[in-house]
């Protein structure tokens, strides 16, 4: 863990509210409106737009957890964490769960796991420390490799279940409730590595 860490770690409530004032004076200024907020955050930024969400009311459209920060979270850890309670929509993506850097167990409404969603990812094959902070970064080659892809993968007994995906709804409602729940996805080691 980075020393600068519990730094971060407390700032995050701060960093939160100064986000959902930001929101408040775009809303304020006709700028847009909060169901047309979409908020993405990264590690304990996906905290921050979590909190920023729960300050907000109406709450925002929808939040994009990738890869939330798993230390200092969970487990009677602090409780100023995203979940689906901070949005009208949340989804997340998991590339480094299992007890390693991010947060486990589903917290929005759709929660995504590549490859299982823990140690390790594709490029990352072993379970040193340098390996989970590479899968802990990987998430946005997860991201982009998932979201032309219509298949995603819903575990069924020892195997995993393809089904079709259909992610596309108004940018103010999210997906409909047919997509709600855990999906499993094969990420491929190389982004433009096509079918």
Known sequence: MNVQYPNSLSSVPLASADVANLVDALVAANVTSKPQVHMVGYDLGAHVAGSAGSFMSP??????????????????????WLDKNDAVFVDTIHTCGGGYLGVDGEYGHVD???????????TCEDTTTESNYRTHYLF?????????????YLPYGTTW????????????EGPGSNVIGPYYLRARPQPNNRP
């Open 112 to 122: 995504f796991y590549p490859n299982k969603g823990t140690v390790p990812q594709p």
């Open 59 to 80: 709450r925002p459209g929808r939040i994009t957890g990738l890869d939330a920060a798993g230390p200092g979270y969970g487990n009677g850890g602090l409780d100023n």
């Open 161 to 172: 279940f393809p089904i079709i995906t259909n992610m596309e709804g108004k940018s103010d």
């Open 140 to 152: 946005h080659n997860n991201f982009a490799n998932s979201t032309s892809v219509k298949t995603a």
